[in-house]
Nanobody
Framework: QVQLVESGGGLVQPGGSLRLSCAAS????????IGWFRQAPGKEREGVSC????????YYADSVKGRFTISRDNAKNTVYLQMSSLNPDDTAVYYC????????????WGQGTQVTVSS
């Protein structure tokens, strides 16, 4: 069964840190680009960060650049999003998604994990 499972969300104070994990099963992430997205209440889903499977090149939205770091461990079939200097604007449900680099229409999404930044 193909699955992406996010974990690591929770409640954190402003200025704090969290590490999100995106664990894949049923397929190997080494031929998938992996992205993190988030959706805050009343807002559209936005892309936060992604990492290539070809050369591990990365992309960050301007709003998280310098605070978030994406990484992948193909051996563990897992992608991480290290988030630091969190602020209330980072509050959202965070989703990971995988897209096959050879067949881009093959895409998988996780169910999301809630991140709440509040004092």
């Amino acid at each position: 069964q193909v699955q992406l499972v996010e974990s690591g969300g929770g409640l954190v104070q402003p200025g704090g840190s969290l590490r999100l994990s995106c664990a894949a099963s049923g397929f190997s992430i080494d031929i998938y680009a992996i992205g993190w997205f988030r959706q805050a209440p009343g807002k559209e889903r936005e892309g936060v960060s992604c990492i290539s499977s070809l050369d591990d090149s990365t992309y960050y939205a301007d709003s998280v650049k310098g605070r978030f770091t994406i990484s992948r461990d193909n051996a563990k079939n897992t992608v991480y999003l290290q988030m630091s200097s969190l602020n209330p604007d980072d509050t959202a449900v965070y989703y990971c998604a995988a897209r096959n680099i050879f067949f881009p229409k093959v895409q998988y999404w996780g169910q999301g994990t809630q991140v709440t930044v509040s004092s």
